[in-house]
């Protein structure tokens, strides 16, 4: 399934979790970590079990859980909680390589068994460059994964992890370290063979910033983005969603080459077209569906 957004929502406040309902991103992030103090996160568990199983039959959206880190000692409580029939997949925070992933996979063989949900049913997440160690770890998502179903980034933690005054320049832009951390999070996504899903837009008020920071996002190779507010959503679905134009382009494409099964190369308007011309035209088609 697509995502394009996935939406956080803190799984202590059931007036948020309940207006999310209405919500058109492709996910929804049930959180339990960042946006939960401590005292609530026991409380937000069981809410957040609470809603998966009360609303993932009827919701469009897929409902994720993001957990506290495997080593903050209430990863295994969450995981313990929410799995629970309905629930898509857990987002990891923190995650230091993809031996982090392997190792919630077994906890999650157990649970699902538990919960009488199909094997492999619930998928994997990684925010995969919240620390040094997993920046100098990305090589570690080369092959198949079991249980990926994509790949993010974070900066914000990672600065804080660095001691990093900020994780922009003056100009505003991104330091050479977190455009390393995106860069990374590309090719790590490619190279495991799920969608690379940008990190957040923390200005949610910015709605034309958002808007040129997806369009600039997608045409590096993201398939999607986090969002931390409802509003942000729709800009986000639009954005890396394939326009009019562009699937009028890949068909053309698709069908120049189905006619000549034989070429290596063709001409479009003008402009050579090869086999990699080709996989991106398919991969634009199955995107929208």
Same mark, same amino acid.
């Given at each position: 399934?697509?995502?394009?957004?996935?939406?956080?929502?803190?799984?202590?406040?059931?007036?948020?979790?309940?207006?999310?309902?209405? $919500?058109? &991103? %492709?996910?929804?992030? +049930?959180?339990?970590?960042?946006?939960?103090? *401590? #005292? !609530?996160?026991?409380? /937000?568990? @069981?809410?957040?079990?609470?809603?998966?199983?009360?609303?993932?039959?009827?919701?469009?959206?897929?409902?994720?859980?993001?957990?506290?880190?495997?080593?903050?000692?209430?990863?295994?409580?969450?995981?313990?909680?929410?799995?629970?029939?309905?629930?898509?997949?857990?987002?990891?925070?923190?995650?230091? $390589?993809? &031996? %982090?992933?392997?190792? +919630?996979?077994?906890?999650?063989?157990?649970? *699902? #068994? !538990?919960?009488?949900? /199909?094997? @492999?049913?619930?998928?994997?997440?990684?925010?995969?460059?919240?620390?040094?160690?997993?920046?100098?770890?990305?090589?570690?998502?080369?092959?198949?994964?079991?249980?990926?179903?994509?790949?993010?980034?974070?900066?914000?933690?990672?600065?804080?992890?660095?001691?990093?005054?900020?994780?922009?320049?003056?100009?505003?832009?991104?330091?050479?370290?977190?455009?390393?951390?995106?860069?990374?999070?590309? #090719?790590?996504?490619?190279? /495991?063979?799920?969608?690379?899903?940008?990190?957040?837009?923390?200005?949610?008020?910015?709605?034309?910033?958002?808007?040129?920071?997806?369009?600039?996002?997608?045409?590096?190779?993201?398939?999607?983005?986090?969002?931390?507010?409802?509003?942000?959503?729709?800009?986000?679905?639009?954005?890396?969603?394939?326009?009019?134009?562009?699937?009028?382009?890949?068909?053309?494409?698709?069908?120049?080459?189905?006619?000549?099964?034989?070429?290596?190369?063709?001409?479009?308007?003008?402009?050579?077209?090869?086999?990699?011309?080709?996989?991106?035209?398919?991969?634009?088609?199955?995107?929208?569906?």
């Amino acid at each position: 399934m697509k995502l394009r957004s996935m939406l956080f929502v803190p799984a202590d406040s059931e007036k948020k979790l309940a207006k999310s309902l209405g $919500s058109p &991103a %492709d996910a929804l992030i +049930l959180d339990l970590e960042d946006s939960v103090a *401590e #005292a !609530r996160k026991a409380g /937000a568990r @069981g809410t957040a079990a609470a809603f998966i199983t009360a609303n993932a039959k009827q919701l469009g959206a897929q409902l994720y859980v993001r957990i506290n880190p495997l080593d903050s000692g209430m990863a295994m409580g969450d995981l313990a909680t929410v799995v629970v029939a309905g629930l898509a997949g857990i987002m990891l925070p923190k995650t230091r $390589s993809a &031996a %982090d992933i392997v190792r +919630l996979g077994h906890c999650l063989d157990a649970l *699902e #068994a !538990r919960a009488g949900m /199909a094997a @492999g049913s619930v998928r994997i997440v990684p925010v995969a460059t919240e620390t040094p160690e997993a920046i100098l770890n990305m090589q570690s998502f080369a092959g198949p994964i079991a249980r990926l179903a994509g790949v993010t980034w974070g900066a914000e933690d990672l600065s804080a992890a660095i001691g990093a005054v900020s994780n922009r320049d003056e100009d505003g832009s991104w330091s050479p370290l977190y455009l390393l951390a995106n860069s990374l999070c590309l #090719a790590a996504a490619a190279a /495991a063979g799920v969608p690379a899903i940008d990190t957040l837009h923390a200005d949610f008020r910015d709605s034309a910033g958002l808007a040129i920071a997806c369009r600039a996002s997608r045409r590096r190779g993201f398939r999607g983005r986090i969002a931390i507010h409802p509003d942000q959503v729709a800009i986000i679905n639009e954005a890396y969603s394939p326009s009019e134009a562009e699937l009028a382009h890949a068909r053309r494409i698709v069908d120049a080459f189905a006619a000549q099964p034989e070429a290596g190369t063709l001409s479009i308007d003008g402009v050579m077209i090869d086999k990699p011309h080709l996989t991106q035209a398919l991969r634009t088609l199955a995107g929208a569906g």
